[in-house]
């Protein structure tokens, strides 16, 4: 089945600075990767998602890049804001709407 | 965007009982809907896929004698923890697809479940 490795853990930048969270993932045949944004005691939010067909996407701060070829996807984000710590998620599946493979999530926080 | 809810927030029960979580897709029609369940600081694990009118799939190691799934309609699913034990005390997460346009899963905020 599909593994997904995502990485750091953690990240601490200053406010300003961009933050680049990294995911791989095992399974060829996965179409679709979305990114989460979960604060404390709260459901995942989706901030931004690519498909296979496309290499990249982006959304004001946020950007997205994906090399099928090497099966790894990254999260940039840009200008950081203290509002944007909280846990990110990468995920995988066959497909928009499908079952989602979670990374074990990446913590960010953001020093003013 | 499109809303989840989820009901009960937070529950605490006693060993032994039964609890159910409601998962509502308050704006959209769900023909599936998945349910999660997520640790302390740790990733969430997908339990199972439930779909409008059928049998629910779960995934492997997951007890479905023990965590029962409705979907009786397109707008509800429910997910019941029978003879609950402290294990099973975690953060429980359901998704919705929205099978319109975007074909985009949609997260509930979530249900703590404390068994004591």
């Known amino acids: 089945g599909e593994n997904v490795e995502q990485h750091p853990s953690t990240l601490s930048v200053q406010e300003g600075d961009s933050a680049v969270i990294k995911c791989t993932y095992s399974?060829?045949?996965?179409?679709?990767f979305p990114w989460y944004k979960q604060e404390l005691g709260k459901g995942p939010q989706l901030i931004i998602d690519?498909?296979?067909?496309?290499g990249e996407k982006k959304d004001q701060r946020i950007a997205v890049t994906l090399n099928k070829t090497a099966k790894h996807f990254s999260l940039h984000i840009t200008e950081t804001q203290p509002e944007d710590s909280a846990v990110y998620f990468c995920a995988a599946s066959l497909e928009a709407g499908t079952a989602l493979i979670f990374g074990k999530g990446t913590t960010l926080s953001v020093s003013s | 965007g499109a809303v989840v809810s989820q009901h009960p927030s937070w529950v605490i029960c006693k060993s032994g009982t039964s609890v159910k979580i409601e998962c509502r897709s308050l704006d959209f029609q769900a023909t599936t809907m998945f349910w999660y369940r997520q640790f302390p600081k740790q990733s969430l694990m997908l339990m199972a896929t439930s779909n409008e009118g059928s049998k629910a799939t779960y995934e492997q190691g997951v007890e479905k004698d023990k965590f029962l799934i409705n979907h009786a309609s397109l707008t509800l699913s429910t997910l019941t923890v029978t003879s609950a034990h402290p294990e099973d005390s975690s953060f429980y997460i359901c998704?919705?697809?929205?099978?319109?346009?975007?074909?985009?899963?949609?997260f509930g905020p979530g249900t703590r479940l404390t068994v004591l």
């Open positions: 690519i498909r296979s067909n496309v």
């Open positions: 399974d060829s045949a996965s179409n679709y």
């Open positions: 998704s919705a697809r929205d099978s319109g346009a975007t074909d985009t899963q949609y």
